[in-house]
């Protein structure tokens, strides 16, 4: 699923002291872009070989979790049209034993194995202008997926195993917090705290951006006509991702088709929910849940957020002028990481 874009607040690459120098370091992974700001207090460090150990990094998250390399770990595994456990690395382990508790604490609306439903809607390779699946389509793809129904993972040795031999997994919806907390890792065995990373939205922060001050991060209103912040929020060493559905969609016949796809019906998510924002421990947590939460909707999702102490911020399309006009509500945590406001 394409990610909405979170849009970065003030990076604040001003009032150093004098000591201490700004890596800033941008690229490419994932389909989308990269962004690294981070505060080098011994000004010691060269971009150039912080940029080279970040890259080696990326390169090794997609040899594992891309399913747009045909070489890569999971699509090797997807690939594979048999019922034997397959022998997985300990990062692909790590990365499905979350996305399988995120499945079950949200009643099953994250699920890594939406693909033939992502496809069949053109979403995936196809396009949007493929027509609108049969009930008789949506059916059959349905038989093969389900993540708690078409795989099981072992965890010791690490291994995963296809129930149905038909089913595959997408981790899209993961993949990229994963790349995100991968990257971070790096920047401290450089000897780095203070820093923000950003890939395709997904954001983790640590320590005091340039100005000594806790990083902002701002949050992009779902407006599909132009890019502008809804909300600008602190993250405290924490990482934050945001799933919208306003930029991936297609209408026919005056009805409008989002890439959120509902496990439970096989359908686009037609809730008034246009985008959800979640903040987490760390960024791979803070993806899943944000696509989980959008699945479910502002109701059951903010309801389930409070429960498991989960901060998250619904913005929700008015009834009255959905494509224009949008009220907001936080969980209980998320207010209480923004100091009560």
């Not at 405290?236 to 439970?264: L, Q």
């Not at 989980?292 to 009834?319: H, M, S, T």
Request: hydrophobic share 45%.
């Amino acid at each position: 699923m394409m990610r909405l874009v979170t849009v970065l607040a003030v990076l604040c690459v001003a009032a150093c002291d004098v000591d201490q120098a700004v890596l800033e370091i941008r690229g490419e992974t994932m389909g989308t872009t990269y962004t690294i700001v981070a505060v080098d207090k011994t000004g010691a460090l060269k971009a150039e070989e912080v940029r080279s150990a970040v890259e080696k990094t990326l390169a090794d998250v997609n040899a594992t979790m891309s399913n747009w390399d045909p070489n890569s770990e999971i699509s090797r595994f997807n690939a594979q049209q048999g019922t034997d456990p397959v022998a997985i690395s300990d990062e692909l382990a790590l990365v499905m034993g979350v996305a399988n508790e995120v499945h079950v604490q949200s009643l099953g609306r994250f699920d890594v194995t939406l693909g033939p439903l992502i496809e069949l809607w053109g979403f995936g390779t196809r396009n949007s202008e493929s027509p609108v699946p049969s009930d008789g389509e949506i059916a059959a793809a349905r038989q093969i997926v389900g993540q708690s129904k078409v795989l099981s993972l072992t965890t010791d040795p690490p291994s995963l195993r296809k129930t149905v031999p038909e089913a595959t997994v997408f981790l899209a919806a993961i993949a990229k917090g994963y790349g995100v907390d991968r990257v971070a890792a790096t920047l401290r065995e450089q000897g780095l705290g203070d820093y923000m990373v950003e890939i395709g939205g997904e954001v983790v922060a640590s320590g005091k951006n340039p100005k000594g001050e806790i990083w902002s991060i701002g949050i992009e209103r779902p407006d599909a006509a132009k890019r502008t912040v809804e909300s600008i929020v602190r993250l405290p060493d924490m990482g934050m991702a945001t799933s919208g559905d306003y930029r991936n969609y297609f209408e026919e016949n005056g009805v409008r088709y989002s890439h959120i796809i509902d496990s439970e019906s096989g359908r686009p998510i037609t809730h008034l929910t246009a985008s959800v924002t979640v903040i987490a421990e760390n960024a791979m947590l803070a993806d899943g849940w944000a696509t989980a939460l959008l699945a479910l909707g502002k109701e059951r999702g903010l309801q389930i957020a409070n429960e498991i102490g989960l901060a998250a911020f619904f913005i929700v399309r008015d009834v009255a002028d959905a494509e224009r006009s949008f009220v907001t509500v936080a969980s209980e945590r998320f207010v209480e990481l923004q100091g009560g406001n």
